[in-house]
């Protein structure tokens, strides 16, 4: 199964349906059943110490499958989020951009399943790994 949308139409609905976050999150790469998706970290993802925030990891991590899902069955603004379990695994590097490979493990017509690998850009460690669910809208 193809996607049926690439960078450019996930971008576009991205920056269209979600305005306020639109522009924070970078879609890289598009492939059947998965995305890479790229967080342009900033101070407001930073929390004390100077480390991303975990709500900004799991942020990318749920853009990622939310776009996985969407490259793979279209522009269903309405597909949420069910379940998600993240753990946080080491300290991103400072200065650096977060970068989510999200890959779905199940795509059915109700449910889809994947998982989110966080890096920082340019380290091979993971930094946060999170299992995701979401609901498909009915046709």
Do not use: W
């Not at 400072?94 to 795509?107: M, P, S, T």
């Amino acid at each position: 199964m193809q996607p049926v949308m690439d960078v450019a139409a996930l971008t576009a609905f991205l920056r269209s349906a979600f305005p306020q976050v639109g522009e924070e999150f970078v879609v890289e790469e598009v492939a059947p059943m998965r995305v890479r998706v790229r967080l342009a970290v900033t101070d407001r993802h930073l929390r004390p110490g100077g480390t991303v925030s975990g709500p900004s990891m799991f942020a990318l991590a749920d853009v990622g499958i939310y776009l996985a899902v969407l490259a793979m069955i279209g522009p269903k603004a309405l597909a949420v989020t069910t379940n998600c379990s993240i753990d946080f695994m080491r300290k991103p590097a400072a200065g650096r951009d977060l970068i989510c490979e999200a890959r779905l493990l199940k795509l059915g017509r109700v449910l889809a399943v994947g998982d989110a690998m966080i890096r920082s850009d340019g380290m091979d460690e993971i930094v946060a790994r999170a299992s995701l669910t979401y609901s498909i809208p009915p046709k």
